[in-house]
């Protein structure tokens, strides 16, 4: 699978947007672009994936870069209840070496401070 | 609430004792996967089942064995385990094995190897 690097950390205030960036330089062109979150002492939750173009739900939004290169998951009003790791994760469905996995990596930890 | 139930959701053992995780998925779908999140690790995939059929097995230590009587349990066996066992175990179900699919995770069991 390819890889994807995202930050350590990021900090947010409430009822702030946030923009949560990954990149993923080594995309290949049929690769979904998915992303999770868990909350603390919770297992990992399911909040977006796309493949080229913007996705929205009730959740978040997800931008993708005209290159595809890069992604940024966007939440429109953070809460507290959005304090949580964030992954962003490649999923390849045609390739059936891929795996049943999803590579979690170490994600982003997001702060929400009131 | 997911439609994912684990149980216990904490667990103390001795290196010694026999003891088994349980899941359920109230949610219809034909594939359970087992994950292990380590402190300050990435979730690592332990078994994943298809239409109760093992498909993937990543060089699990044979102290723990899956079970999978139908679509809806999944069994997680633990025998003679050592500390650095001790750890998060999740379990997740999605519709089929395909890595397009969302995966949907329950809560986790939180264990302690003494």
């Known amino acids: 699978d390819a890889k994807t690097t995202q930050p350590n950390s990021m900090e947010s205030n409430e009822e702030e947007p946030v923009h949560l960036p990954c990149n993923h330089s080594?995309?290949?062109?049929?690769?979904?672009i998915h992303w999770y979150r868990q909350l603390p002492s919770q297992g990992p939750e399911y909040v977006i994936h796309?493949?080229?173009s913007n996705v929205n739900n009730r959740m978040a939004s997800l931008a993708i870069a005209e290159d595809r290169k890069s992604s940024t998951l966007i939440l429109h009003r953070a809460t507290l209840r959005d304090a949580a790791v964030y992954y962003c994760?490649?999923?390849?469905?045609?390739?059936?070496?891929?795996?049943?996995?999803?590579?979690f990596g170490k994600g982003t930890s997001l702060l929400v401070t009131p | 609430e997911t439609g994912v139930t684990q149980t216990p959701r904490h667990l103390v053992m001795g290196m010694t004792n026999k003891k088994s995780l349980k899941c359920e998925q109230h949610?219809?779908?034909?594939?359970m996967y087992w994950y292990k999140q380590s402190a300050k690790k990435p979730l690592e995939l332990m078994f994943v089942?298809?239409?109760?059929?093992?498909?993937e097995n990543n060089s699990v230590p044979s102290r723990f064995s899956p079970e999978c009587p139908n679509s809806s349990h999944l069994f997680l066996h633990l025998h003679t385990l050592q500390p650095e066992d001790s750890a998060l175990y999740l379990c997740?179900?999605?519709?089929?094995?395909?890595?397009?699919?969302?995966?949907?995770f329950g809560p986790g069991t939180r264990l302690t190897v003494l």
């Open positions: 080594t995309i290949s062109g049929t690769d979904y």
């Open positions: 994760i490649l999923r390849d469905p045609s390739n059936s070496n891929s795996g049943y996995a999803l590579n």
């Open positions: 949610l219809g779908h034909n594939a």
């Open positions: 089942y298809s239409l109760e059929e093992r498909v």
């Open positions: 796309g493949l080229t």
């Open positions: 997740a179900s999605s519709q089929d094995s395909s890595s397009y699919n969302e995966q949907f």
